[in-house]
């Protein structure tokens, strides 16, 4: 099924709505939560909207082991008025060693 939100402060002057599909992934030992669809955030006072893909849950250590859980993947977020852009990357830990990857991100930013 899919998912559908929408939230809204017009005090601070912001909307955020869209919409999900989860579907869901088995590793053996692990398990991924990949979320299709797309979130658009408005500024209102600006007149902008910021569409955004969103990353994936990634748990590990369900069956032995420590269970964790982290979100990997690309995220996009673009807005069409100003042209601005940016790429984000959830870095997964790898499985051995690692450690100074735990809840890593990198990007791109476009202006």
Known sequence: ?????????????????GTILAKSKFYGNS???ILEGSATL????????YVMT?????C???LMGTMTME???KVAIECEKTGYSVELEFKLR???????????VSGKLKL
Do not use: V, W
Request: aromatic share 10%; net charge neutral; glycine share 16%.
């Open 54 to 58: 969103m990353p994936y849950a990634h």
């Open 31 to 33: 398990t991924s939560a």
């Open 71 to 73: 979100l990997g993947g």
């Open 1 to 17: 099924p899919i998912s559908a939100f929408y939230t809204t402060n017009r005090q601070e002057g912001f909307t955020i709505s």
């Open 42 to 49: 408005s500024l209102l006072p600006r007149g902008e909207n």
């Open 60 to 62: 590990k250590g369900i």
């Open 94 to 104: 790898p499985f051995l060693g690692g450690g100074e990857l735990t809840n890593a």
